[in-house]
């Protein structure tokens, strides 16, 4: 009996989304669960399985279309000997049983597609490989690691014999950012004027639309100051290795910030809030949104709880969320809520920046590049790391002197961190 493939419920706000990549072609013999379609909204990236095993019998939406909740995208119909496609070489009988047996528990697995092509080409059994994504998801990475023996799972027949797995590489040290273009655009030849139209992704529209929309509808302000990095990268240097052997990720900047925020917050709660008509919300929690900029544009993870975590959870879930960001393996409920929002625009190098608020929120902290820069310490001019922290307000709950005094308050913490211990 034919099924159809529908678009998925993803989220309450979410109603429509674009077909992002057909992952089989017309007539392709499927299995229950496989992947079929990429979905593309405005928060996250959505896969759509196969309802039943069979053949892909009509594709209705194409690629780039946009589509509705409920809507068909394409029939797959019942075949107890389905055809492999055109493009599929023949194998012979005994290769082919093979190759069916060794993929059949592969297919159960869940992956991504960028996983199950990277297992493809490393010829890394899927089965065999312990996913780190959500749910146990394989991602690409995880199958690289199992490529070179280095991962969790096994790869090649070579690495089942070995006597025992092969130590994971240390990872390598942060690189900067690179300052050119990620795709530069070739150079005209003289006299040639060539444009080009390329269509926004539904997260890149939407987050133009937000953008707009906060300007629109916030009365925004930004304050300014800088903040002495010196005693937190000296706390960073003596604990460094000892932090990354107990906990696994290195100590970064962030949740100096995520900490040093959350106490500025309890100072000062109507930056904790947002406006629901002619009513103020004071949340008394503190969930707080990090901006993470991904290849398909910058995305908002939340750190749920976060006066509950220590600095070591705030890193791994910050490292986490960045992989999956870049991944596309974010799930909406990562994304949904946030108080208070901090955004890093240093990483990409930026001195100084006035960051847009993120509605409903009334308060965005923009972190900045760390310089060294002549200051007046006990009456000598010195050279000290320093930061220029911004701080972007909803000025119709939020005074001048509140946002003034809660910047004053989160460059005190930072500049002293072993106070954030007594917070």
Request: proline share 6%; no cysteine; hydrophobic share 40%.
């Amino acid at each position: 009996m034919p099924a159809n493939i529908v678009v998925p419920e993803v989220g309450e706000s979410i109603v429509d989304a674009r077909v992002a990549k057909w992952l089989r072609k017309e007539g392709d013999a499927v299995s229950v669960g496989d992947p079929l379609v990429e979905l593309e909204t405005d928060k996250i990236d959505v896969e759509v399985s196969a309802p039943q095993g069979g053949v892909l019998k009509r594709i209705d939406r194409k690629d780039g279309e946009d589509v509705k909740v409920g809507e068909v995208l394409g029939i797959i119909e019942e075949s107890a000997g389905a055809t492999p496609s055109a493009d599929t070489p023949a194998q012979p009988k005994a290769a082919a049983a093979a190759a069916s047996a060794k993929a059949a528990p592969a297919e159960k697995t869940r992956a991504t597609p960028t996983a199950r092509k990277a297992a493809e080409e490393h010829e890394v059994d899927l089965s065999r490989v312990r996913g780190s994504g959500d749910a146990g998801r394989v991602m690409k990475r995880d199958v690289e690691q199992a490529a070179t023996g280095s991962g969790n799972g096994r790869g090649a027949e070579a690495t089942e014999t070995a006597k025992a797995p092969a130590p994971a590489p240390a990872p390598e040290p942060a690189k900067a950012r690179p300052l050119t273009p990620v795709a530069e655009v070739p150079r005209p030849a003289p006299g040639d004027r060539t444009e080009e139209r390329v269509r926004m992704s539904k997260r890149r529209a939407t987050i133009a639309k937000r953008l707009v929309e906060a300007q629109r509808t916030a009365a925004m302000l930004t304050t300014f100051n800088d903040v002495d990095m010196s005693a937190v990268m000296a706390l960073r240097e003596r604990h460094k290795q000892s932090f990354k052997d107990r906990h696994g990720v290195g100590l970064g900047i962030a949740s100096f910030f995520v900490k040093g925020s959350i106490a500025a917050l309890r100072a000062f709660p109507r930056i904790n809030a947002e406006i629901q008509g002619d009513e103020m919300v004071l949340k008394q929690y503190y969930d707080i949104g990090v901006a993470v900029g991904a290849s398909e544009g910058l995305v908002v993870p939340v750190l749920r709880d976060a006066d509950r975590m220590s600095f070591a959870q705030i890193e791994q879930q910050i490292r986490e969320y960045a992989k999956r960001a870049e991944d596309g393996t974010l799930s909406l409920a990562d994304l949904k809520g946030g108080t208070f929002t901090i955004t890093n625009g240093g990483v990409f190098g930026s001195l100084l920046s006035t960051p847009i608020l993120n509605p409903p929120q009334v308060g965005i902290l923009g972190l900045h590049a760390i310089q060294q820069r002549p200051v007046g310490v006990n009456g000598q001019i010195v050279l000290r790391p320093m930061m220029y922290v911004a701080l972007t307000y909803d000025h119709r709950i939020v005074d001048g002197a509140e946002a003034v005094q809660f910047l004053v308050r989160i460059k005190q913490l930072v500049e002293d961190p072993g106070a954030l211990i007594l917070e």
